[in-house]
């Protein structure tokens, strides 16, 4: 009975080490350094096109994105007028990924 309550209570502690929320943060500017307020960042699981967790920034550009999931991850952002970032694959981990300048797209909107 003993190790079927330790057992119980191993199994607990690794399902809640796995479920810990990891916190992204970064910032989003233009070529002058400008922060984007409202810009789309979303968090897409390697080798996906889905995104599974998103926000948008702040009028200072920053973002959080909080998720629990282990695994290997890429950040996607898009904003209008601007070529969308990718980032490299990483492994879920408390990271700052510092900021990110977004590059306009060179395209005018037809009216």
Do not use: W
């Not at 998720?67 to 700052?96: C, K, V």
């Amino acid at each position: 009975m003993l190790c079927l309550f330790l057992g119980c209570c191993v199994y607990s502690l690794t399902t809640t080490a796995q479920t810990k929320e990891v916190l992204l943060q970064g910032k989003v500017t233009d070529e002058k350094n400008q922060p984007l307020e409202f810009v789309t960042v979303f968090l897409v699981k390697d080798g996906s096109k889905e995104s599974v967790k998103g926000t948008v920034t702040n009028a200072k550009g920053e973002f959080s994105l909080s998720y629990s999931q282990l695994g290997t991850y890429r950040i996607g952002i898009t904003y209008l007028g601007f070529q969308p970032y990718h980032s490299d694959p990483f492994l879920l981990e408390p990271i700052n990924l510092g900021t990110i300048i977004l590059k306009p797209s060179g395209q005018a909107l037809k009216g």
